[in-house]
């Protein structure tokens, strides 16, 4: 009986040999359990994986490994071609072959003109004969490859767990050698092949039916089915196989995608019944069911939650910008088709399901592997350090969220210098602005993914207002609002007291402007608005009226400059205000700052506005290069430009001028002109003190009082002084001044009306006679006019308080001299 045993054992190694092959090069080996052969110094184990390393342009490369193979079997690898395949760029992995250089047999090629998995038979010195002809632009990314072949000659191919089709042949029924196969083209094509898990096994008769994997709604009229194995597509696609009633349905394999008749209800589950879906080998599964949901998100149902726009330097964080995202809903939300914008760049998410109340860090591929949890969003918008607005689309471009933030919002932190999140306070204020945002506690600079440091209710924010009124063209008006709007209400005509508005529209994303067209042409009113509501659903306060006009160009001095701020304290930035002191209604938008180069040529000119604004008679508004200004000092009309002019801190000269090179108005001025008192003027705004004299005069500028926070952006000037009537000569408009600036009298105003142009010597003397300032030395006159003592005296001090003498003495041309005494008491503390 010995003999007999031994025989049996022998005729057993092939199929013992062959059942356990499998290599997944963990050892870091492949010569050796098991052994391949070939050309092994073009291949390497890097990484626990099989590596191509063959450095040779235009080849052909192999390795092989000796296994009988016979019958029913199933092969399985893993393969990614890190490269773009092409008929010169592709790799064979042979399944059946009778030699060690893989001439002859059954293999799959991955790459080729199609980049697609498919399987060939290799006759002897002949041309490869396709069998399954796998779908295209399949090798983009990994692969995890399966090959099924029967006794009876029927092959299958997998790729990923997806049907690529099915052949039968049975010209080669065993092989010796089972290898892999690479051809490449140029260098940039080398050492970026790369297999693993490779596994054959005898094929197992199946007999297990699929069950159901997952069932999710895609819409509220689609649902996709997965399975946990592929199924066969007749049955899969049998509408009598499913309730609720099917229309349609897509195979993929190992799903399905259901178009039900009646869409599902917003927010209840429904029970989805399945029977009689059958595998690729007949296995029928049982009747079975599932709960559905489907919900359609609304306003504000996911958040922007955090931003981090400039992550550098770093706190802690990696150095990428990025979104977090906050579902505040009790449903999964699936982003896939999401978009998030910001400005004219934007990015698709790809499929995500967004748990309820959870959060998820949107970014950049790089950034991508150091978030958790993250949606790699290929190229992630870039968002502006300075403030942007960042909002959030649906598939069917239905806004979601949007935030308008701002480096503001850092409040003058040094945490605004980078490195540091803006988180959101209260999920229950969505829109509002800055009062619901904070820079982030957290000592890694944010919380991505994570519970917000700043989180916690706040105040109900200000309900929003009507600010100003545009007028774009003859037939529009533009309402501009403090804050953002429900759209519906606000397109509501019934809101408006005009009897003749033909449409109206609210702008996305933040709804703050409401475009009102009209039937008949704009002509010079106010508007009223009532009943509107905001964002949040609350309903504003009667509102106006509001004037509007038709806008007119500007002529010289309809506007002028009025408050310059040069040279500004830490954290703030210069300011430039201006007055409309015309009645006129006048349009911004073609107008621009600008300063002059040493040669006296206009430069760096900048618009007042990137879109139509309306200064009606008597605005006044401050442009400045950072809203931050506004902790520093208490604004008014305050607007943000891109840039000022540069304004030198000692002395320099700001343009105010339109588009065609008229000047409406121009300053060149300079720190002298600042209070003599004043120790320090940085963070001290310049004021004129009447719009109706010259801009270039010393004495119509005064230093912004301190009791007004010396300055006083886009408001009346804590130093504007009215002019005096007068009917013929001298006169002072105050008799008693306190140069201390603290806003009140701070200087002693001499103004004049005369009945012709005078040359004019005006001093001033104390009680005793002597002379303690000169104000004017041959002093050319206009008709009227007038001039400022600040109580310096001649030699750069402070006068004393006690009473003096303004002595002016005129003469024409003819030589006729006239002179006035003005009594003057300059009060102490």
Not at 30 to 42: A, I, K, L, R, V
Not at 476 to 491: N, T, V
């Amino acid at each position: 009986m010995q003999p007999v045993v031994c025989c049996l054992l022998i005729a057993a190694i092939p199929t013992m040999a062959f059942g356990q092959f499998s290599d997944n090069f963990d050892d870091g080996d492949f010569t050796q359990h098991p052994s391949w052969q070939g050309m092994d110094t073009s291949f390497l184990v890097t990484g626990g994986m099989l590596r191509s390393r063959h450095n040779v342009p235009n080849s052909t490369f192999y390795l092989s490994s000796p296994v009988t193979l016979s019958g029913a079997l199933e092969w399985e690898w893993w393969v990614h071609l890190d490269l773009a395949t092409s008929s010169v760029n592709y790799a064979d992995v042979y399944l059946l072959a009778p030699d060690e250089s893989l001439s002859t047999g059954y293999f799959v090629r991955i790459g080729n003109t199609a980049d697609e998995a498919s399987l060939y038979r290799q006759p002897p010195g002949s041309p490869a004969v396709k069998l399954i002809d796998g779908r295209d632009g399949v090798t983009i990314a990994p692969l995890k490859i399966r090959v099924t072949r029967t006794e009876a000659g029927e092959w299958r191919l997998f790729t990923n767990n997806v049907p690529e089709g099915m052949a039968t042949d049975q010209t080669y029924p065993s092989g010796e050698h089972f290898g892999i196969k690479v051809r490449q083209s140029t260098a940039s094509f080398f050492n970026r092949h790369y297999f693993d898990d490779i596994s054959i096994r005898p094929l197992e008769a199946d007999t297990t039916p699929p069950e159901i994997a997952l069932v999710t709604a895609l819409s509220a009229g689609e649902i996709l089915i997965r399975f946990s194995e592929p199924v066969d597509s007749l049955s899969a696609c049998n509408t009598g196989n499913y309730l609720p009633e099917v229309q349609h349905i897509t195979w993929e394999a190992d799903a399905v995608r259901i178009i039900l008749r009646e869409p599902l209800q917003n927010g209840v589950s429904t029970t989805l019944f399945i029977k009689d879906i059958m595998d690729m080998n007949g296995n029928t599964m049982k009747p079975a069911e599932a709960d559905v949901l489907h919900y359609t998100p609304g306003r504000y149902d996911v958040l922007i939650h955090e931003i981090m726009a400039d992550p550098t330097p770093s706190a802690g964080l990696p150095e990428y910008e990025y979104a977090e995202l906050r579902n505040v809903t009790p449903f999964a939300i699936n982003l896939k088709g999401w978009v998030l914008r910001t400005g004219s760049a934007a990015t698709t998410l790809p499929d995500y399901i967004l748990q309820p109340d959870s959060l998820v860090v949107v970014c950049g591929r790089t950034a991508f592997p150091f978030f958790h949890p993250a949606i790699d969003a290929g190229t992630f918008p870039a968002l502006p350090n300075d403030g942007a607005t960042l909002s959030l689309y649906d598939p069917q471009a239905t806004l979601i969220h949007a935030v308008a933030y701002s480096k503001s919002w850092y409040e003058g932190s040094i945490r605004d210098a980078g490195g540091w999140s803006l988180e959101m306070k209260d999920i229950r204020w969505p829109c509002a602005g800055a009062e619901n945002w904070k820079v982030s506690a957290d000592v890694a600079g944010g919380t991505p993914g994570r519970d917000n440091t700043a989180a916690g209710p706040i105040s109900a924010p200000l309900l929003p207002s009507l600010v100003r009124i545009s007028v774009p063209d003859s037939m529009r008006l533009q309402l501009h609002f403090s804050g953002g709007l429900d759209s519906l209400s606000a397109c509501n005509p019934a809101c408006y007291d005009l009897p003749e508005i033909e449409s109206i529209s609210a702008a996305p994303p933040l709804f703050d402007v409401v475009s009102l067209r009209l039937k008949t042409a704009v002509r010079p009113g106010a508007l009223t608005v009532r009943d509107v509501k905001d964002c949040a659903g609350r309903t504003l306060p009667l509102q106006g009226p509001v004037s509007f006009a038709l806008p007119v160009k500007p002529d010289s001095l309809d506007l002028v400059i009025n408050e310059i701020l040069f040279d500004p304290p830490q954290g703030a930035a210069d300011f430039v205000e201006i007055f409309n002191r015309s009645n006129k209604a006048i349009e911004l938008d073609k107008l621009y700052f600008a300063s002059r180069d040493a040669d006296g040529l206009l430069k760096q000119a900048v618009p007042l506005v990137s879109s139509p604004f309306l200064c009606l008679p008597g605005d006044y508004i401050a442009y400045t290069a950072e809203m931050a200004l506004c902790r520093y000092y208490t604004c008014g009309a305050a607007q943000g430009i891109s840039s000022l002019p540069t304004l030198p801190p000692d002395e320099g000269n700001i343009v105010l001028l339109r588009s065609d090179g008229q000047i409406i108005d121009e300053l060149h001025y300079k720190k002298s002109w600042h209070h003599g008192i004043l120790q320090q003027t940085r963070g001290v705004s310049l004021e004129r003190l009447h719009f109706d004299h010259p801009t270039g005069d010393p004495h119509n500028w005064h230093s912004a009082a301190a009791t007004a926070g010396y300055g006083t952006p886009g408001k009346a000037n804590s130093q504007f002084r009215p002019a005096s009537p007068l009917n013929s000569g001298f006169v002072l408009s105050n008799e008693v001044f306190s140069p201390d600036n603290d806003g009140n009298n701070d200087v002693a105003l001499l103004a004049w009306d005369l009945r012709q142009g005078q040359t004019a010597n005006i001093s001033i003397f104390d009680a005793q006679g002597r002379p303690v300032r000169h104000l004017a030395r041959n002093l050319l006159l206009s008709v009227n006019g007038r001039i400022s003592w600040d109580g310096i005296s001649d030699t750069g001090g402070n006068a004393l308080p006690g009473i003096y003498v303004i002595f002016v003495q005129v003469f024409d041309q003819n030589g006729q001299v006239g002179a006035w005494k003005l009594p003057l008491v300059l009060a102490g503390n």
